[in-house]
């Protein structure tokens, strides 16, 4: 039933993406110009994939939760699913001109295989043939679905996989939007909290603004 209920959502999410779309078409003219992501524009974008990030955890990039998600651009910060993006003080006008398209392509082909195809399946009996296809994460989730139906309990390597899946997608949707020049690592943090920073070198011991992290 959630696709039925997400309807408001979905309506007001169209609208949302075409003004994010031309909002971060503006702020490229803005980096470009000045070197600074606009902060109106920037707290803008934010809100939108907060938005859509808490509506696909309760629908179907996770089915993580049965907590409708609320109308709001607001950080929210007692909803099951966060995302926040620390503001940059200072772009780079050159990488502006090419992150969003050639930098991010790799991040693009691996995200539409696991978005929107590449999982096949097909059988044969004599000469009747059926076929199914559809993305990786689509068919997780599937399952997903009909194991919550029949136990009402969710796998924990399931949910940590979905979830990673998401906070993939969502680093490479804000790089590609310009909300950041840290390029997005190819990896997955699966489940709890994403890592606040990664590791190495030692590193200060009080966490600044910038490394604040995306919990679920």
């Known amino acids: ?57 309760y629908a179907y990039s996770a089915l993580g939760t049965d907590r409708y998600p609320p109308f709001s651009l607001g950080e929210e910060p007692d909803y099951p699913a966060r995302l926040d993006i620390a503001y940059p003080a200072h772009l780079s006008r050159g990488l502006a001109l090419v992150k969003w398209w050639l930098l991010a392509l790799p991040h693009y082909l691996i995200l539409a295989i696991l978005f929107s195809g590449g999982t096949w399946f097909s059988w044969r009996l004599g000469e009747t043939g059926w076929a199914m296809g559809g993305s ?26 979905l979830v990673g899946f998401s906070r993939w997608a969502l680093r490479v949707v804000g790089y590609a939007a310009l909300m950041t ?36």
Do not use: C, Q
């Open 1 to 57: 039933m959630k696709w039925l209920l997400l309807v408001p959502h979905a309506l007001i999410l169209l609208a949302l993406w075409v003004a994010f779309w031309l909002s971060s078409l503006f702020a490229l003219v803005a980096i470009v110009i000045t070197g600074r992501y606009p902060r109106a524009l920037f707290d803008f974008n934010l809100g939108v994939l907060r938005w859509s990030w808490r509506v696909g955890f």
């Open 136 to 161: 990786v994460v689509g068919l997780i989730v599937l399952v997903t679905g009909i194991v919550l139906a029949v136990t009402g309990s969710y796998p924990r390597p399931l949910f940590d996989l």
């Open 181 to 216: 020049d840290r390029y997005p690592p190819f990896r997955l943090d699966l489940g709890g909290e994403e890592p606040s920073r990664p590791t190495g070198p030692a590193e200060p011991a009080t966490p600044g603004p910038a490394e604040r992290p995306m919990p679920v």
